[in-house]
T-cell receptor, first 110, second 115 residues
Framework: QKEVEQNSGPLSVPEGAIASLNCTYS??????FFWYRQYSGKSPELIMS????GDKEDGRFTAQLNKASQYVSLLIRDSQPSDSATYLC??????????FGSGTQLTVLP | DAMVIQNPRYQVTQFGKPVTLSCSQT?????MYWYQQKSSQAPKLLFH???????NEADTPDNFQSRRPNTSFCFLDIRSPGLGDAAMYLC??????????????FGPGTRLTVL
C-alpha cells in the first residue's frame, strides 16, 4: 500500500524563524510531489510542486526532493503568523491519484 | 479568474435523505475528482473522471455516486446519508495527465452535516 508519512506535529515556531516540514513516501515509482496548505475549515491550496531532485524556491518557500531517500521537505523562511495552517504533503505516481499524508499543523507564534 | 466552484458551501440533511453536491470549473480541465475529508484527516479520494471515463476507488461505498454531464460540471450524490458521512467534500480538477505534471486544484468544499 502506498504511504505518505509526515513528521508528527503540531509544530510551533516563532515569527521570523524557519519552519521545516518533512515527508517520506513508500512508492519508489512516485513522480510528482506537492505541498498543500490548508487553513482550518478551508480547502487545500497548492503552494509548491516539485518533480526532480534538488531544491525549488518560490518566495519564502523552498521544496526539497531526494528520490533516492524517498524524502520531500518544505522550508518556510521568515515564518509569519499567517503561515499558521496544516500542511499536507501529496505524492503522485504513474496514475493520476494523489496520496496525501495526514498533515502537519504549523503554528507561528507572534 | 479561472476557478473551481462548489455549491452549496454548507449542506444540512437528515439521516437517509438523499443529497446532491455540485462542482463546476472554468479551468477547462479534463480530470475531475471528488474527495471526502473528515476532521484532522487527509483527503480521501472517492472517484475521479477523465473526461467521461469514470474511475471508482475500490473502497468507496455504493452509497456514493457521481455524474459528469459535461466537461464543466460534476455532481456527487449521496443516496442515503448516514451520520458517518458528515464531512467536508472537496472537488478538484487537473489537466490531462501528460507526464509528471498533474497538479490538482481544489474548490472551496462543501461542509455536509447529517442530523
Amino acid at each position: 500500500q502506498k504511504e505518505v508519512e509526515q513528521n508528527s506535529g503540531p509544530l510551533s515556531v516563532p515569527e521570523g524563524a524557519i519552519a521545516s516540514l518533512n515527508c517520506t513516501y513508500s512508492d519508489r515509482g512516485s513522480q510528482s510531489f506537492f505541498w498543500y496548505r490548508q487553513y482550518s475549515g478551508k480547502s487545500p491550496e497548492l503552494i509548491m510542486s516539485i518533480y526532480s531532485n534538488g531544491d525549488k524556491e518560490d518566495g519564502r518557500f523552498t521544496a526539497q526532493l531526494n528520490k533516492a531517500s524517498q524524502y520531500v521537505s518544505l522550508l518556510i523562511r521568515d515564518s509569519q503568523p499567517s503561515d499558521s495552517a496544516t500542511y499536507l504533503c501529496a505524492v503522485s505516481g504513474s496514475a493520476r491519484q494523489l496520496t496525501f499524508g495526514s498533515g502537519t499543523q504549523l503554528t507561528v507564534l507572534p | 479568474d479561472a476557478m473551481v466552484i462548489q455549491n452549496p458551501r454548507y449542506q444540512v440533511t437528515q439521516f437517509g435523505k438523499p443529497v446532491t453536491l455540485s462542482c463546476s470549473q472554468t479551468l477547462n480541465h479534463n480530470v475531475m475528482y471528488w474527495y471526502q475529508q473528515k476532521s484532522s484527516q487527509a483527503p480521501k479520494l472517492l472517484f475521479h473522471y477523465y473526461d467521461k471515463d469514470f474511475n471508482n476507488e475500490a473502497d468507496t461505498p455504493d452509497n456514493f455516486q457521481s455524474r459528469r454531464p459535461n466537461t464543466s460540471f460534476c455532481f456527487l450524490d449521496i443516496r442515503s446519508p448516514g451520520l458517518g458521512d458528515a464531512a467536508m467534500y472537496l472537488c478538484a480538477t487537473s489537466r490531462p495527465f501528460t507526464g509528471t505534471e498533474n497538479e490538482q486544484f481544489f474548490g472551496p468544499g462543501t461542509r455536509l452535516t447529517v442530523l
